[in-house]
C-alpha cells in the first residue's frame, strides 16, 4: 500500500472568505446553463422555449444545481442563435412572453433555483431600432453616435476604417449605402454583419443599458452573464491588427485594440453600484476571453463584477501539470481581488468536453469539428475523460458551471449535414470552420419519444443523432453508473461537504505525476491523467467515476482517465 501522502498547503485566498457567515450565494453555487433553443420545446415547433424550460425545473431541481443561466432569449431575428438583440425589453415569440418568462422565473424560486440571464452589450442585431434610425440618418448624426460608424479610407472612402477582422470570418466592417444611393460610412461589427457593435463611449448608450437592467432586475432575475464582457470599448484610434494564425477566435496573447480596453471597467462598476441598489445578492458574471487567469481578475475587483468565466481552466489538456498550474494560478488571480473562482468544461461556444478531452493532436481548436475534421475523438475516451474531469472540478472550491446536456455525458454532434447547419462561422468561412453547432444539438430526455422527449412533435431544429437515445435522461435515471447519477452524486456531496466553501485546499504529494492530487473540505480527491494505473491511498471511497481495480498484491489502484474522493474515517 503506498505510503500517507505528505500535504503542502494552498490556501485558496485571502481569510478564505468563500466560507464567511453570509457570503453570497454565487461564490459557490453550481449553476446550470441552458441553451434555450435546445432545452426543452413546450409547443413543438421544433425550437426550445420557457414554458419548456419551466415544465423540466424538477428535473434540474433533482440533478442539484443552485442557479441556472439562461443564453439569449429577448426578441431577435435569431441571426446568431439570439445574440442579435433587437429588443431588450421583450422575449422573443419563439421561446414565448414575459407572462412565460414571469412564470418560469417563480417557479425557480419556489424550486430554490435562481436565474441568471444573458446580457449582449457589445452590439445589438441590425433589426433594433436604433440601428435602423442610425441607416436612416445622416454621418455625424445623434442616431449614428449610438453605434462605431466611420468613414473609410481610400480616395473615396471605398476601404475599410482598418483592417480589423470578424470573430466569425471576414471583414469586421460593412459599409452602408446612404439615402441617396451613394457608397456610404463603414459600421464595425465584431461578430456577424448583423450584429452592429454600440459605441460605448456615448452616454446615451451607457444610459439605455441602466434601463434595460433594471427591467429585469425589477421583473425579479438574480444576475446577468455578461456576454463579450471584455469587448465593448475599443481603443480610441482603431489601429490594425491582425490576430495570430494559431490564435483561438478571440485573438492573440498581445494587447488586441478591441479587448481588454481599460475603459470598459468603469462600465462595470457603474452596473456594480446599480446593482447594490436590489436585495438579494444579484450578481454579474464576465464573459471575458483572456489569456490568463490574472488578466481575467481585473473584471472582478471588489467594486467590478462578481464572477468571470476561467476560460484558462476550460481550455486545458486533460493533463496533471497543466491542471495543477492553472489551479494554482486561479487561487493566486481571484484569490488576489477577493472574488471567487469559477471552474467550466463546457459551454454554447465550444466543443463538448465529452468530445474535446479525446480530440487528436491534429484537430481544430476553437472553430468547431465536424464530419471532415482531423483527429476525431474517441467516444469511449471522451466520455471517460469527461467523467473524471467533471468529478474533479466539482471538488473544487468557488462556484461551478455546467452546459445543458453534459450531464448525460453528451459528446459534440460531429456528423451534422451541411445544410443543416445554422452557425453563422460556417456561412462567414465557406465551410472552412464547422462552427458551434455541434454543441447546440437538442438534448435528449426519453429515448422512446419523438425528438427524445425534446418535444411531442419530433422536430427539432437540429438532427439529434441516433446514438443519443442510449444517452436520454429517462434511460440514465436508474442505472446507478450513468453519468446522470454521477453528477447528481456529486453534486449533493459537493453541497453536503460544503466543498464550493473550503478554504483549506492543499495539494497532495507523493503520487506519480500523472496524478492531481488534492485535500479540500476534508475529503481527498486524485484524478489519474495518465494511461498508467495509480496506487492509491488510505480512505472511504465516497464517488469515483468509474470503476477502481486492484493490483497483483491487492492494493486498490485508480485506473486511467479517472477521479476519486476519498474520506479518513
Same mark, same amino acid.
Given at each position: 500500500?503506498?505510503?500517507?501522502?505528505?500535504?503542502?498547503?494552498?490556501?485558496?485566498?485571502?481569510? @478564505?472568505?468563500?466560507?464567511?457567515?453570509?457570503?453570497?450565494?454565487?461564490?459557490?453555487?453550481? $449553476?446550470?446553463?441552458?441553451?434555450?433553443?435546445?432545452?426543452?420545446?413546450?409547443?413543438?415547433? %421544433?425550437?426550445?422555449?420557457?414554458?419548456?424550460?419551466?415544465?423540466?425545473?424538477?428535473?434540474?431541481? &433533482?440533478?442539484?444545481? &443552485?442557479? $441556472?443561466?439562461? *443564453?439569449?432569449? !429577448?426578441?431577435?431575428?435569431?441571426?446568431?442563435?439570439?445574440?442579435?438583440?433587437?429588443?431588450?425589453?421583450?422575449? &422573443?415569440?419563439?421561446? %414565448?412572453?414575459?407572462?412565460?418568462?414571469?412564470?418560469?422565473?417563480?417557479?425557480?424560486?419556489?424550486?430554490?433555483?435562481?436565474? $441568471?440571464?444573458?446580457?449582449?452589450?457589445?452590439?445589438?442585431?441590425?433589426?433594433?431600432?436604433?440601428?435602423?434610425?442610425?441607416?436612416?440618418?445622416?454621418?455625424? *448624426?445623434?442616431?449614428?453616435?449610438?453605434? !462605431?460608424?466611420?468613414?473609410?479610407?481610400?480616395? #473615396? %472612402?471605398?476601404?475599410?476604417? #482598418?483592417?480589423?477582422?470578424?470573430?466569425?470570418?471576414?471583414?469586421?466592417?460593412?459599409?452602408?449605402?446612404?439615402?441617396?444611393?451613394?457608397?456610404?460610412?463603414?459600421?464595425?461589427?465584431?461578430?456577424?454583419?448583423?450584429?452592429?457593435?454600440?459605441?460605448?463611449?456615448?452616454?446615451?448608450?451607457?444610459?439605455?443599458?441602466?434601463?434595460?437592467?433594471?427591467?429585469?432586475?425589477?421583473?425579479?432575475?438574480?444576475?446577468?452573464?455578461?456576454?463579450?464582457?471584455?469587448?465593448?470599448?475599443?481603443?480610441?484610434?482603431?489601429?490594425?491588427?491582425?490576430?495570430?494564425?494559431?490564435?483561438?477566435?478571440?485573438?492573440?496573447?498581445?494587447?488586441?485594440?478591441?479587448?481588454?480596453?481599460?475603459?470598459?471597467?468603469?462600465?462595470?462598476?457603474?452596473?456594480?453600484?446599480?446593482?447594490?441598489?436590489?436585495?438579494?445578492?444579484?450578481?454579474?458574471?464576465?464573459?471575458?476571453?483572456?489569456?490568463?487567469?490574472?488578466?481575467?481578475?481585473?473584471?472582478?475587483?471588489?467594486?467590478?463584477?462578481? +464572477?468571470?468565466? #476561467?476560460?484558462?481552466?476550460? !481550455?486545458?489538456?486533460?493533463?496533471?501539470?497543466?491542471?495543477?498550474?492553472?489551479?494554482?494560478?486561479?487561487?493566486?488571480?481571484?484569490?488576489?481581488?477577493?472574488?471567487?473562482?469559477?471552474?467550466?468544461?463546457?459551454?454554447?461556444?465550444?466543443?463538448?468536453?465529452?468530445?474535446?478531452?479525446?480530440?487528436?493532436?491534429?484537430?481544430?481548436?476553437?472553430?468547431?469539428?465536424?464530419?471532415?475534421?482531423? @483527429?476525431?475523438?474517441?467516444?469511449?475516451?471522451?466520455?471517460?475523460?469527461?467523467?473524471?474531469?467533471?468529478?474533479?472540478?466539482?471538488?473544487?472550491?468557488?462556484?461551478?458551471?455546467?452546459?445543458?446536456?453534459?450531464?448525460?455525458?453528451?459528446?459534440?454532434?460531429?456528423?451534422?449535414?451541411?445544410?443543416?447547419?445554422?452557425?453563422?462561422?460556417?456561412?462567414?468561412?465557406?465551410?472552412?470552420?464547422?462552427?458551434?453547432?455541434?454543441?447546440?444539438?437538442?438534448?435528449?430526455?426519453?429515448? &422512446?419519444?419523438?425528438?427524445?422527449?425534446?418535444?411531442?412533435?419530433?422536430?427539432?431544429?437540429?438532427?439529434?443523432?441516433?446514438?443519443?437515445?442510449?444517452?436520454?435522461?429517462?434511460?440514465?435515471?436508474?442505472?446507478?453508473?450513468?453519468?446522470?447519477?454521477?453528477?447528481?452524486?456529486?453534486?449533493?456531496?459537493?453541497?453536503?461537504?460544503?466543498?464550493?466553501?473550503?478554504?483549506?485546499?492543499?495539494?497532495?504529494?507523493?503520487?506519480?505525476?500523472?496524478?492531481?492530487?488534492?485535500?479540500?473540505? @476534508?475529503?481527498?480527491?486524485?484524478?489519474?491523467?495518465?494511461?498508467?494505473?495509480?496506487?492509491?491511498?488510505?480512505?472511504?471511497?465516497?464517488?469515483?467515476?468509474?470503476?477502481?481495480?486492484?493490483?497483483?498484491?491487492? *492494493?486498490?489502484?485508480?485506473?486511467?482517465?479517472?477521479?476519486?474522493?476519498?474520506? +479518513?474515517?
Amino acid at each position: 500500500m503506498t505510503p500517507a501522502p505528505t500535504l503542502s498547503p494552498t490556501l485558496v485566498g485571502p481569510e @478564505g472568505d468563500a466560507a464567511a457567515p453570509g457570503a453570497a450565494w454565487y461564490r459557490t453555487a453550481a $449553476i446550470y446553463q441552458i441553451y434555450p433553443r435546445s432545452f426543452a420545446d413546450a409547443n413543438g415547433d %421544433g425550437i426550445g422555449d420557457l414554458p419548456g424550460i419551466t415544465s423540466r425545473l424538477d428535473a434540474l431541481r &433533482d440533478l442539484g444545481i &443552485d442557479a $441556472i443561466w439562461l *443564453s439569449p432569449f !429577448m426578441t431577435s431575428p435569431q441571426k446568431d442563435a439570439g445574440y442579435d438583440v433587437a429588443d431588450y425589453c421583450d422575449v &422573443d415569440p419563439l421561446f %414565448g412572453t414575459l407572462a412565460d418568462f414571469d412564470e418560469m422565473l417563480e417557479n425557480a424560486h419556489e424550486r430554490g433555483i435562481r436565474v $441568471i440571464v444573458d446580457l449582449v452589450p457589445n452590439h445589438s442585431s441590425d433589426q433594433h431600432p436604433w440601428f435602423q434610425a442610425a441607416l436612416a440618418a445622416a454621418p455625424g *448624426s445623434p442616431e449614428r453616435g449610438r453605434y !462605431m460608424f466611420r468613414d473609410g479610407r481610400g480616395e #473615396n %472612402g471605398e476601404l475599410p476604417p #482598418n483592417n480589423w477582422q470578424s470573430v466569425f470570418g471576414g471583414n469586421a466592417w460593412t459599409r452602408v449605402t446612404e439615402a441617396d444611393g451613394t457608397p456610404g460610412q463603414w459600421y464595425l461589427h465584431l461578430f456577424d454583419s448583423s450584429q452592429p457593435d454600440f459605441d460605448w463611449a456615448n452616454e446615451e448608450v451607457r444610459e439605455e443599458f441602466r434601463r434595460i437592467l433594471r427591467f429585469w432586475l425589477d421583473r425579479g432575475v438574480d444576475g446577468f452573464r455578461v456576454d463579450v464582457a471584455h469587448g465593448l470599448v475599443k481603443h480610441d484610434e482603431l489601429p490594425d491588427y491582425m490576430p495570430p494564425e494559431d490564435s483561438d477566435s478571440m485573438g492573440g496573447k498581445e494587447p488586441v485594440p478591441y479587448w481588454g480596453q481599460e475603459g470598459v471597467h468603469e462600465v462595470y462598476r457603474d452596473w456594480r453600484r446599480l446593482l447594490e441598489e436590489y436585495e438579494g445578492d444579484r450578481a454579474l458574471c464576465a464573459e471575458a476571453w483572456l489569456p490568463t487567469a490574472a488578466e481575467t481578475a481585473l473584471w472582478v475587483r471588489p467594486d467590478e463584477m462578481h +464572477q468571470a468565466f #476561467n476560460f484558462p481552466y476550460l !481550455m486545458a489538456d486533460w493533463d496533471a501539470a497543466q491542471l495543477r498550474e492553472v489551479v494554482d494560478e486561479s487561487f493566486r488571480a481571484f484569490g488576489g481581488v477577493g472574488a471567487p473562482t469559477t471552474w467550466v468544461l463546457s459551454n454554447h461556444d465550444v466543443i463538448r468536453h465529452a468530445s474535446r478531452l479525446a480530440l487528436g493532436a491534429d484537430a481544430p481548436q476553437g472553430h468547431g469539428i465536424g464530419p471532415l475534421s482531423p @483527429g476525431k475523438p474517441d467516444a469511449v475516451v471522451g466520455l471517460r475523460r469527461a467523467r473524471a474531469a467533471t468529478s474533479m472540478m466539482l471538488a473544487l472550491p468557488g462556484s461551478a458551471y455546467l452546459y445543458q446536456g453534459e450531464e448525460l455525458g453528451l459528446p459534440e454532434a460531429i456528423e451534422l449535414p451541411d445544410d443543416a447547419r445554422q452557425d453563422p462561422t460556417w456561412f462567414r468561412t465557406q465551410g472552412e470552420r464547422y462552427g458551434r453547432d455541434g454543441c447546440r444539438v437538442p438534448i435528449p430526455w426519453e429515448a &422512446d419519444a419523438p425528438a427524445f422527449g425534446f418535444n411531442g412533435t419530433g422536430a427539432a431544429w437540429l438532427p439529434q443523432p441516433s446514438e443519443w437515445a442510449e444517452l436520454a435522461r429517462d434511460r440514465q435515471e436508474d442505472d446507478p453508473d450513468s453519468t446522470l447519477n454521477l453528477y447528481r452524486t456529486l453534486l449533493r456531496l459537493r453541497r453536503e461537504l460544503g466543498l464550493g466553501a473550503a478554504y483549506d485546499f492543499a495539494w497532495v504529494e507523493g503520487l506519480p505525476a500523472s496524478a492531481v492530487a488534492f485535500r479540500s473540505g @476534508g475529503v481527498t480527491v486524485v484524478a489519474n491523467t495518465g494511461a498508467e494505473p495509480v496506487l492509491l491511498p488510505e480512505g472511504r471511497v465516497l464517488v469515483s467515476s468509474g470503476a477502481l481495480e486492484e493490483d497483483g498484491s491487492g *492494493s486498490r489502484v485508480l485506473p486511467a482517465d479517472t477521479t476519486v474522493w476519498l474520506i +479518513q474515517d
